[in-house]
Each structure stands twice: as C-alpha cells, then as structure tokens.
C-alpha cells in the first residue's frame, strides 16, 4: 500500500466547472497536508495547507480534510484554463524535528475550454 | 524574505561520472532541507533530509549521498552515475518541523 495514493487521471474538466481531486493517506498518525501545483517541466508550487478537520478556503480553492477517514481533497471551483496542471497530494508525517514529507504520484488536469 | 537557490537548472553527464548538485538558502537559519527525486511522470521520491548540520537521514539506499556542511546549503553527490540517476531533483526547504516546504527550481539531470 502505497503511503499516499491519488487517482493518475487525467481528470478532463470544463473550463467553469468545479474540479474534485481526491488523495488517502496511510499513517494515522500524519498531523500536516498540503496540496501542490505543478507545471510541466517546473517545480512544485505550494497551494494549500490544511491541519484540522474540515474545510479551509482560499480563493478558488477549498481543501478538505477528514482524518478519521484519511482522507483529503481539494476542490477548485470556477476552473480555469491554467488550472491545467497536475496536482500532488503530500502529507507530513514527522514527529518534532525529523518532519519528512511524503507526496502521492499526482493527478493530472486538464480544463477543457 | 526567503528564498532557495538551486543549481544547475540542467545538466548532461555521462554515465560513471561524479556529480554534485547544491542548494542553498537565504533568509532563514536552521531549516529542514530535503532532496527528492521525481523520474519522468512520476511523484516525487524522497531522498534525503537534514534536520541540522552534519545530520543526514537517507531514505533510499542507492548510488547517491548528501552532505549539509552549513546550517543553509544542502549538497547531493554521486561518486558513479547510472542511467537509472537521470531525473529531475529537487531541494526543499521546511521553516518549521510539521508544516509544508518549499521547492527550488528543480535540476534536469541526464545521465547518458
């Protein structure tokens, strides 16, 4: 069992539509998730942090986390072309210092004008 | 405000040739740095973390090894490189224990 798994996709969306991206994560005892955006050829770009249950807004983007399901999504609404991106789920699981971030395998977008 | 340098952005070695990829960062002291890997269409793999000068955590056995000789560069090497080592790698940096990171630019490594 991978430690954080995403569905590959590609996940096609129409341009103003909401776009749901999904991730599980094995270890219970992970604290911190995030969201990161990546382009082709570049590096990853942060998105979004969430820590607690819930939902947590930013904009366009809204994360969800549910720890008793391991479970965290990311919701874009009003998507836009350069949303097209592919889109890494990635959970903290360190304890104190030694913090390692762990990254599922992505899920590619594509907003479909 | 901080900021994370890493170079060369791409770099073309032959196979069985030393390599040495730095990163280094401004505006902080004593953060967590990490390298990761990412092979084509693929996620990233980490592959080292530093919580501190000197202090080095491997999570791959393999044909890589790092080194933090000061508190804010983070430096990967390789005696040999395979094909296998082609990828893009990554350095990251963490301000605090348990919240996100932050990448560098990413260097193209192709080892042919």
């Known amino acids: 069992q991978k430690e954080v798994e995403q569905n590959s996709g590609p996940l096609s969306v129409p341009e103003g539509a909401i776009a749901s991206l999904n991730c599980t994560y094995s270890d219970r005892g992970s604290q911190s998730f995030f969201w990161y955006r990546q382009y082709s050829g570049k590096s990853p770009e942060l998105i979004m942090s969430i820590y607690s249950n819930g939902d947590k807004e930013d904009g366009r983007f809204t994360a969800q986390l549910n720890k008793a399901s391991q479970y965290v999504s990311l919701l874009i609404r009003d998507s836009q072309p350069s949303d097209s991106a592919t889109y890494l789920c990635?959970?903290?699981?360190?304890?104190?210092?030694?913090?390692?971030?762990?990254f599922g395998s992505g899920t590619r977008l594509s907003i479909r004008p | 405000s901080q900021t994370i340098h890493q170079w060369p952005a791409t770099l073309v070695q032959p196979v069985g040739s030393p390599l040495s990829l730095e990163c280094t960062v401004e505006?902080?002291?004593?953060?967590?740095l990490y390298w990761y890997r990412q092979a084509a269409g693929r996620g990233l793999q980490l592959l080292f973390y530093?919580?501190?000068?000197?202090?080095i955590s491997s999570e791959v056995p393999q044909n890589l090894s790092a080194s933090r000789p000061q508190d804010r560069q983070f430096i990967l090497s390789s005696k040999k490189l395979l094909l296998s080592d082609s990828g893009f790698y990554l350095c990251a940096w963490m301000p605090q224990p348990n919240t996100e990171a932050f990448f560098g630019q990413g260097t193209r490594l192709t080892v042919v």
């Open positions: 505006g902080t002291s004593n953060p967590n």
């Open positions: 530093s919580v501190g000068i000197g202090q």
């Open positions: 990635a959970v903290n699981r360190g304890y104190s210092s030694a913090s390692k971030i762990i």
